[in-house]
């Protein structure tokens, strides 16, 4: 296996709802990430009517969007996906920080897991290579929401 990717075993999602958050900034690497992400959670065995996508502007509304579908929707775990294209001002620190930290909030305040899935990069080819093909990362993300929402019924 490649050392840069993680395997899963046997994640079963039948009975979970997941809720998956996707940003519209940089919708053409956040979409194709959404598709893989909604793909995983199907191929688990999440039911349709179980998977709660939420639209929101931007990265940095993940999190609200992200609170949102926990307090309002009782999902079991949360997909946050955005996308942060490093620019020449310094928007891209301030909010890949804010957004971090939220995501972490969000985990330790609550026990639904929420699953980091922004990507950072420094260039526009960095978000393709990532999220196209068989490296489009929202696959492993969807697994993960699976298996971080299965440790509760274990
Ligand atoms: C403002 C902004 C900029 C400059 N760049 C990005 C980006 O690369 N990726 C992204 O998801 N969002 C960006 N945003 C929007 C912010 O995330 C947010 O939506 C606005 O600041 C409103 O809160």
Known sequence: MNKKSVSFENVDGSGL???????RWNSDVTAPLRDACVKALQDAGVAESDIIVQ???????????SKHL???HKVDAVVA??????GETMHFEYIADAVSHGIMTLNTAS???VIFGVLTCLTEEQATSRSTGEHNHGYAW?????EMA?????
């Open 142 to 146: 969807g697994q993960s929401a699976v």
């Open 70 to 72: 926990i307090d309002q």
């Open 150 to 154: 299965s440790l509760k019924k274990k």
């Open 17 to 23: 709802i997941i809720g998956v958050v996707v940003a």
């Open 55 to 65: 639209s929101v502007p931007g990265a940095y509304e993940v999190v609200s969007g």
């Open 81 to 86: 996906i955005g996308c942060l294209i490093k």
């Open 111 to 113: 026990t639904v897991p």
